[in-house]
């Protein structure tokens, strides 16, 4: 379900220098794309992994959330004003996330290793 | 007595936008009597003796709104003080805890927009400076009943205009209906009353005043006419007919002739005359009883009531966090003195009714309708008070006037009022909720914020994001990112 363009996507794959023998560390993937078809009425999902939104369900429907969470194919949801990720009452996943306050995005070279929110129940706004 | 000439003015101009003024336009086909003494119909309430300065709230609430009441609801207005309206409701809120002078269309106001308590519903009030408040939800429930729904206002200057009083007083305008009363207000220092009158009338009173007052102000009330009563004017002309004047001190044997005196029509004829002397304009009034249909009960304890005041409100959504409708209530509104809830040396603690009614067109509106209390605090007079909530509930009587629907405001009691507005709310259906991160990812505009978010994948590696250019209308989103796939912190 292809409803991004990529836009750039590789650069860092081969350029990785900084190895030692016993590594193998792959490299980061760096992309800019446009999710499109975004609606307040429903969740759109999207996977970092595949670079690409992987299907949708209707907004406050309790039976489609439960079957989006037991999914591991996704990583973050948006619909209207809100954001959900793979974690907490989203989703069985081991996501989070957490807004950087202290770096803009060219100087954040390092993911904090905690501080991650991670998802739970709230009001409808 | 004294009465700012501005805040009269207001008033005045809020009375004439509000209700417009208005004359009776029909009339009667058969002959008009020689006379007309409403006061002496069953409508009409005992006579009062005013407390204090309060002859304006005495003169239209006490008696003419009485009167009106009864009239339209057929009622004997001795047999009960349930059918008597209380004077001091009005003027205890209006008078700023002082001794003073009032409008009385400050009074018909309040009618207007939250009722007015009866005198069965009003503490006992020995002394002006008690100025007391009413406690009890039943006791303003009661009051939002009885409502005024129009002032009338007559200009009289000229024989027009007396008839046109003359009229309105033996029947309103409804042929072969009791009349109405209209209140007035002229000067009353020094005036002079001829308590000895024993020229011709049909309505027998003795006391017949010959000249206007120099000095201070008053109200009262006209309760009827008597065409046959003659009055020598200073030329030495003959003059007939004069209105009846209901006083509002008392009825001592010695106060006019039973609280009554005639009021000779040659004076209203002075078109030059000064309004503070003899009023340009009489006043009267329309009254409605109305079953409430969304009232707020509300309790609280504070020590200096005007600091306070109260706006009900709704919102359209279980999770609004301030009303969209916000209306102030009519009453307590920054009024009362440096008092306690109740008045001078008198309770703190204070239960009301404010009547949503007028507003349940904003509740049809909504499928989850919130509501709203607002209690503002902002210090007046010499001190500032303090006080707590003590209870917040909503009555709906929509459905079933005998078994309102009642929303309950949880955990408010006990809290604190703090300066500034302090909002309660009641979710008639419980918020809807679902499940998302808390992060603040979007501004105050709705547009994604500048900061890098760091998302964790469903397996668990990292990924920083810049979101941007978040256009709604086109359901487009632009996405900037860098995602380590082997789990590494590092995103180089």
């Not at chain 2, 709230?57 to 057929?74: D, H, K, P, V």
């Not at chain 2, 002075?270 to 009023?279: F, H, I, P, V």
Request: hydrophobic fraction near 35%; charge should be negative; glycine fraction near 8%.
């Amino acid at each position: 379900m292809k409803k991004v363009k990529i836009l750039s996507l590789i650069l860092a794959a081969s350029l990785c220098c900084a190895c030692n023998h016993n590594e193998s560390k792959e490299p980061v993937i760096e992309a800019e794309v446009t999710i499109h078809e975004l609606d307040n009425g429903k969740w759109l999902y999207f996977s970092i992994k595949d670079g690409e939104t992987v299907g949708t369900s209707t907004f406050l429907s309790d039976e489609e959330d439960k079957l989006w969470a037991a999914r591991s194919d996704w990583d973050f949801a948006i619909c209207g004003d809100y954001i959900k990720t793979n974690s907490g009452t989203s989703g069985n996943g081991k996501g989070g996330i957490l807004r950087d306050e202290t770096h803009n995005f060219q100087t954040l070279k390092e993911a904090p290793a905690d501080g991650y929110l991670i998802d739970s129940e709230g009001i409808v706004k | 007595m004294a009465i700012a000439f501005i805040r009269k003015a207001c008033i005045i101009l809020t009375a004439a936008v509000l209700f417009g003024a208005n004359t009776v336009e029909a009339r009667a086909q058969e002959s008009i009597p020689d006379g007309v003494d409403n006061s002496k119909l069953v409508y009409f309430p005992p006579l009062i003796s005013q407390i204090g300065g309060s002859c304006a709230q005495a003169s239209y609430i006490g008696y003419m709104f009485t009167y009106e009441m009864n009239r339209l609801l057929n009622r004997n207005a001795s047999e009960s003080k349930d059918n008597q309206f209380s004077y001091l409701y009005t003027w205890n809120f209006i008078n700023g805890g002082i001794d003073e002078g009032s409008l009385g269309t400050e009074g018909l106001q309040i009618a207007f927009e939250g009722g007015i308590a009866t005198e069965a519903d009003f503490p006992s009030q020995y002394s002006s400076y008690q100025f007391k408040w009413t406690s009890g939800y039943e006791s303003y429930l009661k009051a939002i009943h009885y409502r005024v729904t129009k002032i009338r206002t007559f200009e009289v200057t000229d024989r027009a205009g007396i008839d046109e009083v003359r009229h309105y007083l033996w029947n309103r305008g409804e042929l072969g209906k009791p009349g109405g009363i209209v209140t007035f207000s002229s000067r009353s220092s020094g005036w002079t009353i001829n308590t000895h009158y024993t020229g011709p009338s049909v309505t027998g009173y003795m006391a017949l005043l010959t000249k206007l007052a120099p000095d201070g102000a008053h109200a009262m009330t006209i309760v009827g006419y008597d065409d046959l009563v003659e009055f020598t004017a200073p030329d030495g002309t003959l003059t007939k007919g004069a209105f009846i004047v209901c006083n509002t001190w008392g009825d001592d044997y010695y106060m006019h002739d039973r609280g009554r005196f005639y009021l000779p029509y040659y004076f209203w004829e002075q078109s030059d005359r000064s309004a503070n002397e003899l009023s340009h304009d009489m006043v009267g009034t329309d009254v409605e009883y109305r079953e409430p249909k969304v009232v707020f009960r509300v309790k609280l304890d504070y020590t200096s009531r005007n600091d306070l005041s109260f706006r009900i409100g709704v919102s359209n959504k279980a999770s609004d966090q301030l009303p969209v409708h916000d209306y102030l209530v009519p009453i307590a509104n920054y009024q009362g003195g440096d008092y306690p809830m109740q008045g001078n040396n008198a309770s703190s603690e204070i239960e009301f009714a404010f009547d949503f009614s007028s507003y349940v067109d904003h509740i049809h509106d909504s499928e989850e309708p919130k509501f709203f209390l607002t209690v503002s605090r902002n210090k007046r007079g010499r001190q500032l008070g303090s006080g707590k909530m003590l209870a917040f509930s909503v009555y709906d009587y929509r459905e079933d006037p005998s078994s309102p629907k009642i929303y309950v405001c949880e955990d408010i009691a006990g809290k604190e009022i703090r300066s500034g507005d302090n909002i309660f709310s009641i979710e008639t259906v419980a918020a809807k909720t679902t499940s998302y991160s808390k992060v603040n990812w979007l501004n105050s505009s709705g547009q994604p914020a500048a900061a890098p978010f760091v998302l964790r994948t469903a397996d668990g590696k990292y990924v920083k994001i810049r979101f941007s250019d978040y256009n709604r209308q086109e359901g487009t989103i632009k996405m900037k990112y860098v995602y380590a796939p082997d789990g590494s912190l590092k995103f180089e």
